[in-house]
């Protein structure tokens, strides 16, 4: 989290400590989200290297300043329809290494999906996140660091499908171990938020991959990866079935 003497968050993508704030362009047609996303991170030691209220601008800004992380709102002028996550997988296509935190209003599967399979430094977030203040710094600087941040809605938007569910091979609290996995949160972070050890949670998440047949991975990004994926899967089959 934030290095109180420092000012700065988080740690760079080796894991050493930031010595220089992380560069950050915002980009919402909402004119006082976008300023207080600004306040917002300039108090928790972010640098704002610019404010955009479409994608046009945004892709000329990060041309112009190369931010090290991009926050955009999937709906923006012209057509507010998907005018911020076409401008995120161009960014992703032309800048791999700019982290990327697409906000939305509401739950879009199909969109998130594609998103989230583009790579590594990639998020998709609700607004309403926002208010989290420490949550939200976290995702960001997750995100810097090489993650990927999935918001909890989307998951459980997947995960409550009934009919057909994969899933149901899982506990209880292999699903909640589950769905901490698709935000993107390490083994350590999960036993702090589950109240568990680290070694259950480590034997948690042995089953689970064993359970859905997932190859186990050295990161919690090709991790999240795996699960995206699997749950990408579930989406189609439901999708294919008439299941509503």
Request: proline content about 5%; aromatic content about 2%.
């Given at each position: 989290?934030?290095?109180?003497?420092?000012g700065?968050?988080?740690?760079?993508?080796?894991?050493?400590?930031?010595?220089?704030?992380l560069?950050?362009a915002?980009?919402?047609d909402?004119?006082?989200?976008?300023?207080?996303?600004?306040?917002?991170?300039?108090?928790?030691?972010?640098?704002i290297?610019?404010?955009?209220?479409?994608?046009?601008?945004?892709m000329?800004l990060?041309r112009?300043?190369?931010?090290?992380?991009?926050i955009?709102?999937?709906?923006?002028?012209?057509?507010?329809t998907?005018?911020?996550?076409?401008?995120?997988?161009?960014?992703?296509a032309?800048?791999?290494?700019?982290?990327?935190?697409?906000?939305?209003?509401?739950?879009?599967?199909?969109?998130?999906?594609?998103?989230?399979?583009?790579g590594?430094?990639?998020?998709?977030?609700?607004?309403?996140?926002?208010?989290?203040?420490?949550?939200?710094?976290?995702?960001?600087?997750?995100?810097?660091?090489?993650?990927?941040?999935v918001?909890p809605?989307?998951?459980?938007?997947?995960?409550?499908?009934?009919?057909?569910?994969?899933?149901a091979?899982?506990s209880?609290?292999?699903r909640?171990?589950?769905?901490l996995?698709?935000?993107?949160?390490?083994?350590?972070?999960?036993?702090?938020?589950l109240?568990?050890?680290?070694?259950?949670?480590?034997?948690?998440?042995?089953?689970?991959?064993?359970?859905?047949?997932?190859?186990e991975?050295?990161?919690?990004?090709?991790?999240?990866?795996?699960?995206?994926?699997?749950?990408?899967?579930?989406?189609?089959?439901?999708?294919?079935?008439?299941?509503?």
């Open positions: 989290m934030m290095d109180p003497t420092k700065k968050p988080g740690a760079t993508e080796t894991g050493s400590p930031r010595t220089t704030p560069r950050v915002v980009a919402d909402d004119t006082l989200l976008r300023e207080g996303l600004a306040v917002l991170l300039e108090r928790s030691g972010f640098e290297v610019g404010l955009v209220g479409n994608a046009a601008d945004l000329a990060v112009d300043k190369s931010p090290e992380l991009v955009v709102d999937i709906r923006m002028p012209p057509t507010n998907t005018e911020g996550l076409e401008a995120a997988r161009q960014i992703r032309e800048w791999p290494d700019t982290g990327i935190l697409v906000l939305s209003a509401h739950v879009h599967v199909e969109h998130a999906m594609k998103l989230l399979a583009s590594r430094k990639i998020g998709y977030l609700l607004k309403d996140r926002v208010i989290d203040v420490a949550d939200f710094v976290d995702s960001l600087e997750r995100i810097a660091r090489g993650g990927s941040v918001d809605a989307l998951v459980n938007e997947l995960v409550s499908r009934r009919r057909q569910d994969p899933l091979v899982l209880t609290r292999e909640e171990v589950l769905a996995m698709a935000e993107g949160r390490s083994n350590v972070g999960i036993g702090r938020q109240w568990v050890a680290e070694g259950t949670v480590e034997k948690h998440v042995r089953n689970i991959l064993n359970k859905l047949n997932l190859p991975a050295d990161d919690d990004h090709r991790r999240v990866r795996a699960v995206i994926a699997f749950l990408s899967a579930r989406e189609h089959t439901s999708e294919l079935n008439g299941v509503p």
